[in-house]
């Protein structure tokens, strides 16, 4: 359950209770694909630059080290020395994405691993069983993932087999959180609305899983190339009909200013590779807007990267030595950049929170959606 604290507009102010802690929201789950950040930070590193939620990923945890290895390590959280909550995604997203010859049945789906090549089956009941063993805070039920564009027909079928797969979901988590030995007796299990960026489809598929009563429900399958015109407006006819008490959570998205559009519109939860995965490649977030600090212009800049960030890459270090270091390949680098763009998302949406909090949003909104899409 959702506590909302404050409201303004459709921007939503709250407090996620969980079992490893509460979650303020609006809020950023930093990405953890294989049990660790890209860029060479722990556990320990996301708690010293104010990360509230860990993201770690079934499909590959279960490709590398398997489920049944971070079982016998005593779960996500003693294995990684995370305390707080950690979401852990169904694999589904992978399985369509990366794994080769997949083959979809009302069971689930047989695939190959896109490591090895050996076969792999996961449906519904697969998947919460790894995630149970992987003993997350949040289970993502598992989904189909369609190809955007896809025809109303193929999409309409998609979402139906997708409901039809988060009954068995919910039911296999009643199951496993009901036995001896499970880490985590107290899983939450998310709903995923589809329906690719059909309106009807949408409406119509969050006003069925609404029904199940579950403790969160996620927006998936936008973000993977439609214009971010269209992913907001499916936002706007879709979140009036997800449950007003539990929270939203928008799937991989985004950049600060869709972050922005989200809050705006209703949703209350967000993740994305991008802070991460820019940052490896220099592509740094600041409050002026973005920059590349491969750039020549930085050779000799002494400056932070963000003279107004407090993040310990910017207490610390010139442009002109991340810049050194990215050139040189070193490995630093690649960690203080990392460490830099984590920091300016959460620092993002605990401004957006005090925005909510003191009833300033709409302006915060204003002030700073151009800014913070403008490249420098």
Known sequence: MLKITKTEGLARRGEFKTVHGTVQTPAFMNVATAAAIKGGLSAYDLADINCQVMLCNTYHLL??????????????????????????DSGGFQVFSLAKLRN??????????????????????????????????????????????????????STELTTRWLHRCKAKMAEL???????????????????????????????????????????????????????YEILDCTLPHAPSDRPRYLMGVGTPVNILEGVRRGIDIFDCV??????????LF????????????????????????????????SRAYLRHLIKAGEMLGFRLCVMHNLYFYNNLLQEIRNALDTGTFEEYYKNNVEILGRRI
């Not at 590398?64 to 995370?82: I, N, S």
């Not at 047989?110 to 998947?127: A, L, N, W």
């Not at 002494?302 to 207490?315: A, I, L």
């Open 63 to 88: 490709v590398r080290p398997g489920d049944e290895v971070v079982k016998q390590m005593g779960g996500l959280h003693k294995f990684t020395g995370w305390q707080g909550p950690i979401l852990t």
């Open 104 to 157: 979809i049945r009302e069971e689930g789906v047989t695939f190959q691993c896109h490591v090895d090549g050996r076969k792999i089956f996961m449906g519904p009941e697969e998947s919460m069983q790894i995630q149970s063993n992987l003993g997350s805070t949040i289970a993502m039920a598992f989904d189909e993932c369609v190809e955007n564009p896809a025809e109303h027909a193929y999409a309409k079928r």
């Open 177 to 231: 959180n009901s036995m001896d030995g499970t880490i985590n007796k107290n899983q939450l299990l998310f709903g995923i609305n589809q329906g690719c960026t059909y309106p009807d489809l949408r409406v119509e598929h969050m006003k069925e899983i609404a029904e199940l009563d579950l403790p969160g429900y996620a927006i998936g399958g936008l973000a993977v190339g439609e214009p971010a015109e269209v992913m």
């Open 286 to 317: 600041t409050s002026n807007g973005i920059i590349n600090i491969i750039n020549a212009k930085y050779t000799t800049d002494d400056s932070p990267v963000d003279d107004r960030c407090n993040c310990p890459t910017c207490k610390n270090y």
């Open 274 to 283: 991008m802070p991460s995965r820019n940052a490896r490649h220099g592509h």
